[in-house]
């Protein structure tokens, strides 16, 4: 999925409940045109949904994403999107979010990447990988009112973007499966703070998704 990196020496910057709830709090005061689209506000979510009870904390300024694991160095399991994305953060929490047990506790969640120019099947298994976490991202990107584009991530020789509606159909499906059977309890409770924050007020089984709303 993506290019490991160094791990960045950055110790988490413990935020207490109640400066993170303060934050948030701050936030939901806004409207859901005010709000602002900013990483440093998905950092302050996450925090107050996950930092105490799954020892996790969100960093931006990484020239790739990467995820830590917690180890001796750092006691605390380290999620870092790229530079101040906020749909690089988007997309890296939606990883964290569905990943088991036991990839939380592999670097990179045990991903592997593979450079462009893959073989057919090489962006099958991509795509296979990609399908819930791009899923998930649109989920959250409809709950803070932020655009959301699906990536291939992947171009042909002759530098085109290969045909993607198939895979945006695959999307499409794990959305709705969602909705019918529930997120994970992680990714529910992302949704619901994020919700709070930016003013959606629809809830995720009433939602509506379908293609043509990824076409580009």
């Not at 959250?140 to 159909?169: L, M, W």
Request: with cysteine; net charge negative.
């Amino acid at each position: 999925m993506r290019f490991v990196r160094a791990p960045i020496s950055t110790s988490c910057k413990k935020v207490s409940r109640t400066e993170a709830s303060g934050s948030v709090l701050r936030q939901t005061q806004l409207t859901p045109s005010v709000a602002p689209h900013h990483a440093s506000v998905l950092e302050q979510i996450f925090a107050q949904c996950f930092e105490d009870r799954w020892n996790t904390c969100l960093y931006g300024g990484a020239d790739e994403p990467y995820y830590q694991p917690a180890n001796s160095i750092r006691p605390t399991h380290s999620l870092f999107y790229r530079e101040d994305f906020f749909a690089s953060a988007l997309h890296e929490i939606a990883h964290w979010c569905i990943a088991g047990s036991e990839r939380r506790l592999l670097p990179d969640f045990g991903y592997w990447y593979a450079p462009e120019g893959r073989s057919a099947q090489e962006q099958a298994n991509f795509e296979a990988a990609e399908c819930k976490p791009q899923a998930l991202e649109w989920i959250f990107s409809r709950a803070c009112n932020y655009p959301f584009r699906p990536s291939i991530d992947n171009f042909q020789d002759n530098g085109e973007v290969p045909d993607t509606r198939a895979f945006r159909e695959r999307i499409v499906e794990q959305v709705i499966r969602w909705q019918c059977a529930g997120l994970p309890e992680r990714a529910m409770t992302f949704f619901t703070a994020l919700s709070g924050v930016y003013g959606n007020t629809v809830s995720f089984p009433a939602l509506k998704f379908h293609a043509s709303q990824l076409d580009s």
